[in-house]
């Protein structure tokens, strides 16, 4: 039988007997979350703004929990090269500096996406100019971060079945010029500027029971299938991980059965963005927290479960700054801000910290 809350709250268990998840939620003090991954031989991380780091309690929350850091837009290319003739490189030299002082790891996010680009990157280029602009940008970025950056997001969210191809592409400025084959154009570049990096592709919308994410899956699956068919340098997915709290199903079997499949090509697999939106509950913050965590064990608990799975990282550590308050699809429509991170707005650890603390503890050990 598993322990009360009462008898936690009453100190009647050894502290031996209380699992480290169930201790450390009301306190800042027990291990952090860098800790408990790493004793299975798991990374966690997040992705950080720049200006984060310059709050001295946000930079300490991170020191405690994050092993890994990824900028959450400051490597994209309309900020790192806004127009052709002006680069700025200060906040992300700024994370890479901050990241090897203090003994953490930079991902790089994110190379070739259809989002985040600057209006001077034509939308319809020609094939000649597709590729000169895209492979220019991968060696200037990966070249400049080589030794710096462990992994990259190479392709970012290249699969959208909704329109109509039959390899489930997205109609992209990338795809329209070059078709398919930008995705292994990127790669080889990638490879070419840091043949040290770890090489990732990058997607959402994989991690539910809907006929709209198995349509996902199943593009993805067979978009790898063709990289490793080809001999492309890919050496991982990232499974991005926005959650839902309430709304779509959760199906173990056929999540765990997706990364068997990606497993078997040969690529690790990191959770890269994870988040619980919880836009669609009511405004309690104590369920809102528990939904939240539900979902989250769940997931996390197959994830962690997966001998391919390496690690974790969310999209922001605290509830203080998320995307989702920004998003028309996702922002609450009462108002209030989200809780969809481990830490609250007070960098308190809540249920969703504990919950990954949780599928940390049970995972099996990758070390032995
Ligand atoms: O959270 C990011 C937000 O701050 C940026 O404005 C936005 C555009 O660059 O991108 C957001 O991050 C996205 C990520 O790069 C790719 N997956 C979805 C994320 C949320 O939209």
Redesign the pocket.
């Known amino acids: 039988m598993s322990p009360t809350r009462r008898q936690f709250a009453l100190g009647l268990l050894g502290a031996a007997a209380v699992p480290r998840w169930a201790r450390a939620t009301a306190t800042l003090d027990g291990p952090g979350l860098r800790t408990l991954a790493a004793a299975k031989g798991l990374v966690f991380g997040t992705?950080v703004?720049r200006n984060q780091l310059e709050d001295a309690g946000f930079a300490a929350a991170l020191r405690r929990e994050a092993a890994i850091l990824t900028p959450?837009?400051e490597l994209?290319w309309?900020?790192v090269r806004p127009a052709p003739s002006e680069e700025r490189f200060g906040a992300p030299d700024a994370l890479a500096d901050w990241c090897r002082r203090e003994g953490m790891a930079l991902r790089g996010?994110?190379l070739v996406?259809h989002?985040?680009l600057p209006a001077w990157v034509p939308r319809f280029p020609d094939a000649a100019a597709a590729r000169i602009l895209m492979t220019a940008h991968i060696a200037k970025l990966v070249g400049r971060y080589a030794g710096r950056i462990q992994a990259w997001d190479v392709v970012?969210?290249a699969i959208e079945p909704k329109h109509g191809r039959s390899d489930g592409l997205r109609v992209s400025p990338w795809q329209s010029a070059l078709g398919a084959a930008f995705i292994d154009l990127a790669f080889h570049a990638a490879a070419a500027a840091d043949p040290a990096a770890q090489l990732y592709y990058?997607e959402?919308g994989l991690d539910f029971d809907t006929p709209e994410e198995e349509a996902r899956r199943r593009a993805t699956l067979s978009l790898l299938e063709g990289l490793r068919a080809r001999g492309v340098p890919c050496h991982g997915l990232g499974i991005?991980g926005?959650l839902t709290a309430v709304g779509k199903k959760f199906n173990a079997t056929r999540f765990s059965a997706f990364l068997d499949a990606v497993a078997a090509l040969g690529l690790k697999i990191m959770i890269t963005?994870l988040d619980v939106t919880d836009h669609a509950l009511p405004a309690d913050p104590a369920a809102r927290d528990a939904a939240v965590a539900a979902i989250a064990g769940d997931y996390l608990t197959v994830a962690c479960a997966h001998p391919a799975v390496i690690g974790v990282m969310t999209?922001?550590l605290s509830d203080r700054q998320?995307?989702l308050n920004s998003?028309p699809d996702y922002r609450r429509r009462d108002g209030l801000a989200q809780r969809p991170l481990p830490l609250d707005a007070a960098l308190q650890r809540k249920p969703l910290w504990a919950a990954i603390a949780r599928a940390f503890d049970q995972a099996p050990d990758r070390r032995v």
Do not use: C, V
């Open positions: 992705a703004q959450e837009f994209k309309s900020t996010h994110t996406w989002e985040a970012n969210e990058n959402y991005q926005h963005e999209w922001g998320t995307w998003s």
